[in-house]
C-alpha cells in the first residue's frame, strides 16, 4: 500500500488568555531546562536525564508555536535531531511533548497524565 503520512501539525489557538498561559507554560519549560542544567552538562543531561529531555523538546516545540503560529512535528524534531550519530531523538519523549502542547492548544487539558497543568491567567 502506498499511502501518503503527513506529520501532526499544532497549531496556536485563537485568543489571547489562552496564548499568555502557553506563554507563561513556556517560561516554566526554560526554568526546568536550567535547572538541570545547573547540575550537569547539557550534553549529558539530554543523553542521561529523562526531566531535562521532556523540559527541552516542550521548550522547543512551545517556542515554535509561539513564534511562528503552527509547528510542524517532524520537521521540528529533525531540527532537534543531534549531531553525533551514536545519540538520536527520544522519540518517545518528544511525542509525548508534541501531545502536552497539542492537548493544551485544543482544550483537552484533562487528556495529559501527569505535569503540572497549564497555569492559569
Not at 521548550?59 to 553525533?84: F, I, T, Y
Not at 509525548?96 to 482544550?107: L, M, Q, R, S
Request: with cysteine; hydrophobic share 35%; aromatic share 8%.
Amino acid at each position: 500500500m502506498n499511502e501518503s503520512v503527513e506529520s501532526p501539525v499544532i497549531k496556536l489557538p485563537e485568543g489571547e488568555a489562552l496564548r499568555a498561559r502557553l506563554s507563561k507554560k513556556l517560561e516554566e519549560y526554560k526554568d526546568r531546562v536550567v535547572e538541570v542544567q545547573g547540575v550537569s552538562h547539557p550534553a549529558f543531561a539530554h543523553l542521561a536525564n529523562f526531566e531535562y529531555r521532556d523540559a527541552f523538546y516542550k521548550q522547543a516545540v512551545l517556542e515554535k508555536l509561539l513564534a511562528d503560529g503552527e509547528v510542524n512535528c517532524w520537521d521540528l524534531s529533525r531540527k532537534l535531531s543531534p549531531k553525533n550519530p551514536n545519540d538520536s531523538i527520544d522519540v518517545m519523549i518528544f511525542g509525548n511533548a508534541c501531545g502536552v502542547i497539542e492537548c493544551y492548544c485544543t482544550g483537552r487539558i484533562n487528556a495529559t497524565w501527569g505535569g503540572t497543568g497549564l497555569p492559569d491567567n
